[in-house]
């Protein structure tokens, strides 16, 4: 063992009784979620708004495009930059493009020049590849392989308190402006501020080999990892027929974003109840992840079984939540904009659509709580989940690029509807065949007390950083 090796081996903390000690998969796991909370769950809020809490969605949406752009790039490299920096250098580096991206907003509200915007989106494109891959590799390798879906869910109902936190700052200081304007100063300052504190409480993220499982298991058997096994990896993504079938439900998982947020949030409600209904419908992602998690974890003895049943259960209630957006939707459209409903003042009118937007983040969690425990059943190392992860965010950022544009180019909302209710159709059957075909039940009791060695492509002898392997 290098001397590297060595010096980490003697870092390692003793396992205690107690589930909530710092090197603990749970508590490493709530970390994790408290600096999404701050980081990402801020950034929906905002973009929750419609727009970026500006009138003019032009600039929001080629910010947007900017963003998903770059982000498909590094959340497929992600992984490897992952596996090579280790947790903490990556997350701060991440964390601190959120910042920036608030900033620009702020900076638009006075001089109306998106150059800013666009940029600072690209930037966090890169941010948030790394981000999202690190977040991956932690919430899918550190849990116990019987309990992902729990911790998931754990995960998902923190990060997601970042959205209904973020959806209260828009409406409270937005509370006495009815008229349509964009949001004031106040807003994207106490939009900084949190991101700022996620990107100092990224510091306290542990490495995975430090993280120990109650039962005395390390989470992984790879300590490091270096470029050339990192690039080898990452290009064999593209051929790997789990990767493929996944495909479609990594496109679809945040294609529908734009439609939801700007054309449904955006033209249907004024300022401050858009505000509101983000309080509502991230709140619903902290049900529907809470739900779909149980279902994964403890409704059949059998994993493989639990993830027909989870897929059955999401392609059922998406279908009827789609099939409710269609009816709305057919009452209004870019040439017969519906009228601005108002939480307080439109009375029954508002309930309808206000349901809608809140099933429809219920589904949101759903979906990517589904897609993330299939992620997370295909292997338990965190250099393997972490490229798959990467691979995940990458291909689903692919999919916003393109779905910011669709709406940046007015094409038709009830076009849009159909295309997002059709590629989430298309991805359960094939997420049911990758189950069928790659997810293993659990080990029994005294098998999984065992760890076991992963292996990997060996590194060059001079290369620096060569892998670690703990026992």
Same mark, same amino acid.
């Given at each position: 063992?290098?001397?590297?090796?060595?010096?980490?081996?003697?870092?390692?903390?003793?396992?205690?009784?107690?589930?909530?000690?710092?090197?603990?998969?749970?508590?490493?796991?709530?970390?994790?979620?408290?600096? !999404?909370?701050?980081?990402?769950?801020?950034?929906?809020?905002?973009?929750?708004?419609?727009?970026?809490?500006?009138?003019?969605?032009?600039?929001?949406?080629?910010?947007?495009?900017?963003?998903?752009?770059?982000?498909?790039?590094?959340?497929?490299?992600?992984?490897?930059?992952?596996?090579?920096?280790?947790?903490?250098?990556?997350?701060?580096?991440?964390?601190?493009?959120? $910042?920036?991206?608030?900033?620009?907003?702020?900076?638009?509200?006075?001089?109306?020049?998106?150059?800013?915007?666009?940029?600072?989106?690209?930037?966090?494109?890169?941010?948030?590849?790394?981000?999202?891959?690190?977040?991956?590799?932690?919430?899918?390798?550190?849990?116990?392989?019987?309990?992902?879906?729990?911790?998931?869910?754990?995960?998902?109902?923190?990060?997601?308190?970042?959205?209904?936190?973020?959806?209260?700052?828009?409406?409270?200081?937005?509370?006495?402006?009815?008229?349509?304007?964009?949001?004031?100063?106040?807003?994207?300052?106490?939009?900084? !501020?949190?991101?700022?504190?996620?990107?100092?409480?990224?510091?306290?993220?542990?490495?995975?080999?430090?993280?120990?499982?109650?039962?005395?298991?390390?989470?992984?058997?790879?300590?490091?990892?270096?470029?050339?096994?990192?690039?080898?990896?990452?290009?064999?993504?593209?051929?790997?027929?789990?990767?493929?079938?996944?495909?479609?439900?990594?496109?679809?998982?945040?294609?529908?974003?734009?439609?939801?947020?700007?054309?449904?949030?955006?033209?249907?409600?004024?300022?401050?109840?858009?505000?509101?209904?983000?309080?509502?419908?991230?709140?619903?992602?902290?049900?529907?992840?809470?739900?779909?998690?149980?279902?994964?974890?403890?409704?059949?003895?059998?994993?493989?079984?639990?993830?027909?049943?989870?897929?059955?259960?999401?392609?059922?209630?998406?279908?009827?939540?789609?099939?409710?957006?269609?009816?709305?939707?057919?009452?209004?459209?870019?040439?017969?904009?519906?009228?601005?409903?108002?939480?307080?003042?439109?009375?029954?009118?508002?309930?309808?659509?206000?349901?809608?937007?809140? !099933?429809?983040?219920?589904?949101?969690?759903?979906?990517?709580?589904?897609?993330?425990?299939?992620?997370?059943?295909?292997?338990?190392?965190?250099?393997?989940?972490?490229?798959?992860?990467?691979?995940?965010?990458?291909?689903?950022?692919?999919?916003?690029?393109?779905?910011?544009?669709?709406?940046?180019?007015?094409?038709?909302?009830?076009?849009?509807?159909? $295309?997002?209710?059709?590629?989430?159709?298309?991805?359960?059957?094939?997420?049911?065949?990758? $189950?069928?075909?790659?997810?293993?039940?659990?080990?029994?009791?005294?098998?999984?007390?065992?760890?076991?060695?992963?292996?990997?492509?060996?590194?060059?002898?001079?290369?620096?950083?060569?892998?670690?392997?703990?026992?």
């Amino acid at each position: 063992m290098s001397k590297r090796g060595e010096s980490a081996g003697k870092q390692q903390m003793v396992v205690g009784k107690s589930r909530f000690r710092y090197n603990s998969p749970l508590v490493q796991v709530c970390l994790i979620g408290l600096v !999404c909370f701050c980081c990402p769950g801020m950034f929906n809020a905002l973009s929750g708004m419609g727009g970026g809490g500006q009138v003019d969605t032009t600039a929001a949406n080629n910010a947007n495009t900017a963003l998903y752009t770059t982000f498909t790039i590094f959340g497929i490299l992600g992984g490897g930059i992952y596996n090579i920096l280790g947790p903490q250098v990556t997350l701060i580096s991440a964390c601190s493009t959120y $910042v920036l991206y608030a900033g620009s907003f702020l900076y638009y509200n006075h001089h109306k020049h998106q150059a800013f915007a666009i940029a600072a989106g690209a930037i966090l494109g890169i941010g948030a590849g790394l981000l999202w891959a690190a977040e991956g590799a932690i919430m899918t390798s550190y849990p116990p392989p019987n309990r992902k879906g729990t911790y998931i869910s754990i995960f998902w109902s923190i990060f997601n308190m970042g959205g209904v936190i973020g959806g209260l700052i828009p409406f409270i200081l937005n509370y006495n402006r009815n008229e349509a304007v964009s949001v004031n100063d106040g807003t994207y300052i106490g939009f900084m !501020c949190f991101m700022s504190a996620g990107a100092l409480l990224s510091l306290v993220i542990l490495p995975p080999g430090r993280v120990i499982r109650d039962d005395g298991t390390h989470c992984t058997n790879i300590k490091y990892s270096n470029v050339s096994t990192e690039i080898t990896q990452v290009l064999k993504l593209f051929s790997n027929w789990k990767m493929l079938l996944i495909f479609p439900a990594s496109w679809a998982s945040n294609f529908f974003y734009s439609y939801q947020f700007n054309n449904v949030n955006g033209l249907q409600f004024n300022l401050r109840t858009r505000g509101l209904n983000n309080v509502f419908y991230w709140g619903a992602q902290m049900l529907g992840s809470v739900g779909i998690g149980y279902i994964f974890d403890f409704s059949f003895p059998t994993r493989r079984k639990r993830g027909f049943v989870g897929i059955v259960v999401v392609a059922l209630l998406g279908s009827a939540i789609w099939a409710g957006g269609l009816a709305n939707q057919l009452n209004y459209s870019h040439d017969k904009p519906p009228a601005k409903l108002d939480f307080k003042n439109s009375g029954s009118d508002f309930a309808g659509p206000f349901v809608l937007y809140f !099933c429809y983040g219920l589904l949101d969690a759903m979906f990517q709580s589904m897609v993330y425990w299939v992620i997370g059943a295909l292997a338990d190392d965190s250099e393997t989940l972490s490229r798959y992860s990467g691979f995940y965010k990458g291909v689903q950022s692919a999919g916003a690029a393109v779905a910011w544009q669709v709406d940046t180019h007015k094409v038709s909302l009830l076009s849009q509807l159909v $295309v997002n209710w059709s590629l989430t159709t298309i991805s359960y059957p094939l997420l049911v065949i990758l $189950v069928l075909l790659a997810v293993k039940d659990e080990k029994s009791p005294e098998e999984s007390t065992n760890s076991k060695e992963v292996t990997l492509p060996a590194a060059d002898d001079g290369a620096v950083g060569g892998l670690t392997k703990l026992r």
